[in-house]
């Protein structure tokens, strides 16, 4: 089993930036990609940003330029850096880990929230 354990929510005015840890622990060995998700209010949970074990990284198109996914495998965590907030990024930020044992295994954080003010 592994642990995700989220930190960093909380309120960010328009264009002002903020940093989400994700920590892993328990069983975080064989971990082959760590990645953020969020959702809002109403909407379906969507990819926001997504790294590899070797550090190959994939973004949606809407943060691409504005969010920034980088890990430090050595504490077996993985940050999100948000700059240039903006309103549509208020939502449940949510860590997401995958596991590559026998098969593979996908671990979710319980989340952590962000909330854009004008």
């Known amino acids: 089993q592994v642990q995700l354990v989220e930190s960093g929510g909380g309120l960010v005015q328009a264009g002002g930036s903020l940093r989400l840890p994700c920590a892993a622990s328990g069983s975080a060995f064989s971990i082959v990609a760590m990645g953020w998700h969020r959702q809002a209010a109403g909407q379906q949970r969507e990819l926001v940003a997504d790294i590899t074990s070797i550090g190959n990284t994939e973004y949606a198109d809407s943060v691409k330029g504005r969010l920034t996914i980088s890990s430090d495998n050595a504490k077996n965590t993985v940050y999100l850096e948000m700059n240039s907030q903006k309103p549509e990024d208020t939502a449940g930020y949510y860590c997401?880990?995958?596991?590559?044992?026998?098969?593979?295994?996908?671990?979710w954080g319980q989340g952590t929230q962000v909330t854009g003010s004008s």
């Open positions: 997401r880990a995958d596991q590559r044992l026998q098969r593979r295994y996908e671990y």
